[in-house]
């Protein structure tokens, strides 16, 4: 398995930490509490750093191997921050049958940033996902909350470069 | 109570959603304030309609008038022309339901007119954000019938003669679940509904949550009662924001109205829902793995029996049921269980909804009754592939299903037949794929997929499904051989046969299925290094034909300088340097470029 830990240093506020303390609070002792306590806090960070899951792991009295074996289970996690915008690629079958694979290989190479990473400026970030659902507007990039759909491979550069500047 | 003479229904659904359909219910609002209309005409967001093609879709009543493709800019011309002066924007109308003499009704159009809704009978018609709408639709009746007057069994009864069968894709029969659960001894039990719709190409569960989330939290309280639950956990997929938020919403109203919590309808019973979120992992699908993430671990299947109905959730007796399921259980309980089987097939009873999608005219969702022909979905439904291209496949069941060929269109849809084609119903996608089309293509992306989705925990899957897609990937790659295929046969057998859950068990059917009714184009990838759909980039070359007048627009386009020639002069692909991009075919204005 790739070493997936992150490269940035760890840059967490109080006010971050102080949530971090209530989702332990809220959760601490419920059945079933992992997945959601640790959503939250990804929510609360964007990512989730070693040193949260380390409160995480002494708050809610679970080991942090266990921790950490549920946060790399899930594709949703993420060890690693994402970039300021989101791009995601959907993969799903509909999408795929109408070319999704060619309009990722414009997205990666427009922004010269891998599907997994991130840019080195932080700005971007690349994902291929799963299906998003949105299938009727097949084939669909989003980026951050914005979706476009009924994409042709050509139009992705015009995007992009919305964002660019 | 205030009279409302108009009602302008606007598609929430997340495909309409994100073609900013929010943005036009605010301009509709606007436009009504400013003719100070406001008191007569209510403007509604409804789930899905099912066209979501022709998204975002607005709706107005009484006429019925269903507008498709309309933008916050329209919204000023509806408001004024239809809804001030009465006057339909015939330019805006879906197509098909415009006649001579005026606006047909919707149900009459080729779409709607051969299906039956009775998962999304609510779908598009009602506010699923109110709750009161969903009760003038004789919403929480079947509740309070069931708490009031009938007893545990008498309900599991009726499930159980409506034959209705689990609509998560196995088909198990939903009221022996129901009463296996209810058998079971404990004090604790729990009821689950399982929206974790990660087939990719299938959306139907997000839709029935985001358009009527209440028919679930009714059909759950319901079984609750059935099997003496008194917690029930809803596990959402995490990418369905809108479906989470609403789900969020009904249960809080339902809180509100006494139809969750404790003492229901005034009578003992309690029972309360709680919503988990999925993170992403297509394997939480399976119904043990799902319960191990709701308990917070890795979502890893487990050997069954125990079955989850004996020692499911905390390892008390669990009922657990798709949002599809959940959805029918009111209406079989208002209408009885001999409705119900009037629908359908002998073996297969009611309707199924499918997320068409794909090489199709109308991607959408649609609900048929069982028994209805493929051929009658994809091309009376579907309106056929468009561009005029031949149909090659319909691909039912996503990563666990296969690929239905041109020659078994006309099978009815069941359970049983489906499977009897190497295919099976699945959680309801239903992808069409044209001539352009790859079928090892396809084979090599669902394995791609499961490959990333196997959890790992037993070898046939975990390693089996690698090693099968590294013998795509050759082939598709063009270094396979004619041995590699008869390889791919007996490495399928074992991996649905040893694999510990269903996902390793039904992996190998997308590769099965188009093996067994494409073999011609493994073959021509074997045999003649071709890929017959042109799709396989290692298998085809970008030539410059005679029609080339040399303009040297795809020398200035290609990325690699792998073209060259004078200006007026025929141009040549240099095959060492091309990386088959295809920007040069796109840029071309003569037609010169070609892919063989």
């Known amino acids: ?23 332990i609070g809220e959760h601490k002792g419920r059945p079933g509490a992992v997945m959601p306590a640790l959503q939250k806090a990804q929510e609360v960070y964007g990512y989730l750093p070693e040193e949260v899951l380390i409160s995480l792991a002494e708050g809610l009295d679970v080991s942090l191997s266990e921790l950490y074996g549920v946060v790399s289970f899930y594709t949703q996690f993420s060890v690693n921050p994402k970039g300021k915008y989101q791009v995601a690629v959907c993969m799903g079958t509909a999408c795929y049958v109408k070319s999704a694979a060619d309009i990722l290989a414009r997205v990666e190479s427009k922004l010269g940033c891998k599907a997994g990473s991130v840019t080195p400026d932080g700005r971007f970030s690349v994902e291929a996902t799963r299906c998003i659902g949105a299938c009727g507007l097949a084939p669909v990039i989003t980026v951050g909350e914005d979706v476009y759909g009924r994409l ?8 992009l470069d919305k964002y660019l500047t | 109570m205030e009279i409302v003479r108009s009602h302008i229904l606007v598609c929430a659904g997340t495909g309409c959603h994100a073609s900013n359909s929010d943005e036009i219910v605010e301009a509709l609002q606007k436009h009504i304030e400013t003719e100070k209309m406001d008191k007569e005409v209510r403007v509604i ?18 006429e019925g008038a269903f507008y498709s493709r309309v933008t916050p800019e329209d919204a000023g011309e509806i408001v004024r022309e239809h ?25 009459e159009t080729p779409f709607y007119k051969k299906q039956f809704r009775v998962a999304l009978r609510n779908c598009g018609v009602i506010d699923p954000e109110n709750i009161d709408e969903y009760i003038a639709f004789d919403g929480y009746s079947a509740l309070g019938r ?10 599991i009864d009726i499930i ?19 009463q296996f659960a209810a058998a079971a001894q404990g004090d604790v039990k ?15 569960d997000r839709s029935v949550l985001e358009g009527d989330p209440h028919s679930v939290v009714e059909a759950m309280t319901i079984a609750g009662y059935a099997i003496g639950a008194h917690e029930g956990y809803l596990y959402v997929r995490a990418e369905y924001p809108i479906a989470v938020k609403r789900l969020e919403i009904a249960i809080r109203q339902a809180r509100e109205y006494g139809f969750l919590g404790k003492g229901i309808f005034g009578t003992g019973f309690d029972f309360d829902l709680i919503i988990r979120l999925g993170a992403g992992a297509f394997v939480c699908g399976e119904e043990t793995a799902l319960l191990a993430s709701i308990e917070g671990r890795r979502g890893e299947p487990r050997p069954r029996p125990p079955f989850p109905a004996v020692k499911g959730l905390f390892a008390k007796p669990t009922l657990l049921n798709n949002v599809e399921t959940y959805a029918n259980i009111p209406w079989i309980l208002q209408n009885g269980w001999e409705e119900f089987t009037k629908i359908g097939t002998e073996k297969s009873k009611g309707t199924k909804v499918f997320a068409l999608g794909g090489k199709i005219h109308n991607t959408g969702l649609v609900e048929v009754p069982m028994g209805t022909t493929l051929r009658e979905v994809v091309e009376e439904i579907g309106g056929g592939c468009p561009g005029g291209k031949a149909f090659k496949a319909a691909q039912t069941g996503g990563p666990s299903g296969g690929c239905i060929p041109a ?25 069409v794929m044209d001539e352009d089309n790859c079928m090892v293509d396809i084979a090599r992306y669902f394995l791609d997929f499961t490959v990333d989705e196997s959890c790992g925990k037993c070898a046939p899957c975990r390693i089996g499904t690698r090693r099968l897609y590294q013998l795509l990937e050759k082939i598709t790659g063009g270094g396979g051989t004619p041995e590699d295929l008869d390889t791919l046969e007996v490495l399928c057998k074992h991996i649905s046969e040893n694999s510990l859950c269903g996902l390793g068990q039904t992996a190998p059917n997308p590769v099965l299925s188009t093996l067994r009714y494409f073999r011609d184009e493994y073959e021509a990838h074997v045999r003649d290094k071709k890929c017959p759909a042109r799709v396989c980039k290692d298998l085809l070359q970008y030539k410059i034909t005679d029609a080339c007048i040399g303009c040297t627009a795809c020398a200035r386009v290609c990325p690699t300088d792998a073209i060259t020639g004078k200006v007026k002069e025929l141009h040549v692909i240099d095959q060492a340097k091309c990386i088959k991009c295809g920007a040069c075919e796109e840029k071309c204005k003569f037609k010169a470029i070609i892919k063989e």
């Open chain 2, 83 to 107: 809804i001030v002066k009465g006057r339909i924007v015939t330019r805006l109308l879906y197509q098909e339901t415009v006649q001579e003499e005026g606006v047909s009704s919707l149900s």
């Open chain 2, 146 to 155: 069931a708490l009031t007057e009938q007893t545990p069994q008498e309900i």
């Open chain 2, 45 to 62: 967001k409804t789930g899905c309609f099912g066209l979501c093609a022709l998204g975002p879709v607005v709706v107005v009543y009484p």
């Open chain 2, 407 to 431: 020659e078994h269109l006309d099978i009815p849809i069941e359970y049983e037949t489906l499977m009897s084609i190497g295919s099976m119903m699945g959680s309801g996608g239903l992808i």
């Open chain 2, 160 to 178: 159980s003669k409506s034959g209705l069968r689990g609509r998560g894709g196995a088909g198990f029969p939903t009221g022996r679940k129901w």
């Open chain 1, 1 to 23: 398995m790739p070493n997936t830990k992150t490269v940035v240093p760890f840059q967490g506020t109080a006010e971050q930490e102080q949530a971090l303390r209530d989702i």
């Open chain 2, 190 to 204: 729990y009821v689950v509904c399982n929206a974790d719709e990660g087939d990719p190409g299938a959306f139907m």
């Open chain 1, 152 to 159: 042709a491979p050509e139009e992705v550069s015009g995007i």
